[in-house]
Structures are given as structure tokens and as C-alpha cells.
């Protein structure tokens, strides 16, 4: 009996007790993180923090933002309760971002020399380190130094999640960061970091959830999404061909145009020089029409003209006599301007 009343008091105060973990976020927001991709990396910090056991006696947590700076938004210590955490985690979706530069060495050293040292001394410490940005060529050594001396000071476990865009050389970096590439996710974008939600947990307590995020999308499935775009692009090479065709047309319409009115113009101009070639067989001051009476019988009529070519000979006549009245009356005008 008393056997058994030991064992449920024990059993009761461990319950109530549990593991007492020391959870620390740490999320990179450079200038070049849009609004969205702060949203996502947002939601993947509140996500886990949703499935675990928060209170003074389990889980306590804390989150920090950095770029140039590092800003810790509250401590361990700052809510005992998981409403009042998730209540301040989803604020940091409006955090400022004013710098490009990104700092993680400074951020780890915040961590190791201000965070934790509210943290309690029988708990476990886990850090989850975001990168948007690698840090600067210069700063990649001490990012690494700033890392071990978190983990030998505190045994801290820690885990990094960055985008599958970063160079080999910022990737070789959070592997010697965490020490264990097990440790190590990346992803193509913010939006598929729920992907690895069950494993972070996971890490952290593997007594809670570890179930798939339900609607999470699957990164394998952007190839697919992409097939519209193709039609699109389809679509718009059929209307460039179809505006090629009628722009083709209307070019013809307008050669055949201005065709015709060059002609006709050729036309004009050959009856203005014909004319003038008449003109031109006039002796020196005589009018056109005494011209063609002198050359068809000198009064217009024809006098002078054979009986048997009577005929040809009026219509010779005829045709000079238009000519140097169209001549005269402003033919040589047009011509000179077609010119």
C-alpha cells in the first residue's frame, strides 16, 4: 500500500514537472527578405512551438531577430504560458528590416551571453538558427567560433534551417555550426519549410507531435505548377504570328497603293512631256495654236494636206493642237511639282 502511494506521488510530480527544455529562435530578417518570406519563416517558428508543451516546468522560450544587429524580442522568462508565446512569436511578422548585412556571429554570442544565462541550470538547450543571408566572407570564422563556445558552454543542441540558394561556402557554415548534418535543413523556399516541422520537433522533443503539417506544399510538385505558364507562353507565340500575317497584308495593300499612284503620276508626267516636245518644234516666237495652223494649212485648216491622207492628217493636227493647250494651261505647273 504505502509501495503504491510512493509510486503514484512520484508519478503525479514528474508529470507535473516533465523536461524542462530551453528553447531559443533565432531568425534572420535582412532588408532583401520580403514581407512573405518573413511570414513563412514566422509561421515555421510558431508551428513548432505549437506542439510543444510550454510552461515553467517544460518548455520556456525565447526569440531574437538579427541582420546587421541582433534584437532579442523576449526572453525565457517573458511568457510562462504557450498563448501569450505564440501571441508574441506571430508579432515578429512586422519585425523591421533595414539592413542587408547579416550578422549570426553576433546573434550566437547574444544568445550564449545574454539569453541563456536566464536559462535554468537542469534544463536542456536547443537553438534554432533561420539564415536568409549568409554572413560575409570575413565574418564566417567567428559565426563558427561564436557557435562552439554556445555548445561547450551550455551543451546547447543546435539546428539550422536556410534556403537550398545559399553558397557552398555559407552552407559548409551551418554544418559546422550544428556539428551534425542531421541537424541541417534547407529549403528552395520559406513556403516548403513546414516540410520539416515534424523533424525540428522531432530534435527537440520526441514526445510531441510529429505529424505532417496538413495543406503543407510539396516542393516535388513546383515542376507541375509551372505547366500553365508553358500554355501561356504558346498562347502569346500564336498571337505573334497572327499579327505578323495581318501587319504582312496591310504592307502589301499599301505597296499596291502607292504602286498605282506612282503610275499614275509616270502617266501624267508623260503627257506633260509631250507637250513640252511640242513646244519645243515651234520656231522662235510663234504661239502653239499659229504653230500647228502653219503646220496643218495655216488657218486651222488643211490646205495644204494630200486628199488621199485628209483624214490622218486632221487627226495629227488634232493631237498637237491639245497638246499645246494643255501645255498652256498649266501643265508644265504639275510637272514641276512632281518633280
Known amino acids: 500500500m504505502i509501495r503504491s502511494i510512493l509510486f503514484l506521488l512520484l508519478f503525479a510530480t514528474s508529470e507535473e514537472t516533465g523536461e524542462e527544455k ?3 529562435f533565432v531568425l534572420n530578417t535582412p532588408l532583401m527578405m520580403s514581407d512573405t518570406d518573413l511570414s513563412n519563416a514566422v509561421d515555421f517558428i510558431y508551428n513548432i512551438t505549437d506542439r510543444l508543451t510550454i510552461g515553467p516546468t517544460n518548455t520556456l522560450v525565447a ?3 538579427y541582420s546587421d544587429r541582433s534584437t532579442q524580442h523576449f526572453s525565457l522568462n517573458s511568457y510562462p504560458t504557450k498563448g501569450a508565446v505564440l501571441s508574441s512569436l506571430a508579432a515578429l511578422k512586422s519585425v523591421n528590416r533595414s539592413h542587408d548585412k547579416s550578422n549570426p556571429n553576433e546573434a550566437l554570442e547574444t544568445v550564449r551571453l545574454t539569453t541563456l544565462k536566464g536559462s535554468r541550470a537542469s534544463s536542456s538547450k536547443f537553438v534554432v538558427l533561420i539564415v536568409m543571408q549568409g554572413p560575409a566572407a570575413d565574418s564566417r570564422t567567428t559565426t563558427k567560433w561564436a557557435a562552439e563556445d554556445l555548445s561547450a558552454d551550455y551543451k546547447a543542441t543546435l539546428v539550422t534551417l536556410g534556403l537550398d540558394s545559399l553558397s557552398d561556402s555559407d552552407k559548409y557554415l551551418m554544418t559546422s555550426i550544428t556539428q551534425d548534418e542531421s541537424k541541417t535543413f534547407y529549403v528552395i523556399d520559406f513556403k516548403f519549410s513546414c516540410n520539416v516541422i515534424p523533424n525540428v520537433t522531432n530534435l527537440i522533443d520526441s514526445s510531441a507531435d510529429t505529424s505532417p503539417i496538413i495543406n503543407c506544399p510539396d516542393p516535388n510538385a513546383v515542376g507541375a505548377t509551372t505547366t500553365p505558364v508553358n500554355d501561356t507562353k504558346d498562347d502569346s507565340l500564336l498571337l505573334v504570328v497572327i499579327g505578323a500575317l495581318i501587319g504582312t497584308l496591310i504592307i502589301l495593300a499599301l505597296l499596291v497603293i502607292a504602286y498605282k499612284c506612282v503610275k499614275g503620276n509616270a502617266e501624267k508626267d508623260l503627257r506633260v512631256l509631250k507637250a513640252i516636245e511640242v513646244y519645243g518644234e515651234a520656231r522662235f516666237g510663234t504661239s502653239k495654236e499659229a504653230f500647228c495652223h502653219e503646220e496643218f ?3 486651222g ?13 486632221k487627226s495629227m493636227y488634232s493631237t498637237r493642237l491639245f497638246l499645246a493647250r494643255n501645255f498652256a494651261n498649266g501643265q508644265t505647273t504639275t510637272f514641276s511639282n512632281n518633280r
Do not use: F, R
Open 22 to 24: 530551453d528553447l531559443v
Open 301 to 313: 485648216t488643211v490646205g495644204k494636206a494630200k486628199s488621199d491622207n485628209t483624214e490622218e492628217i
Open 63 to 65: 526569440a531574437l531577430t
Open 297 to 299: 494649212g495655216g488657218s
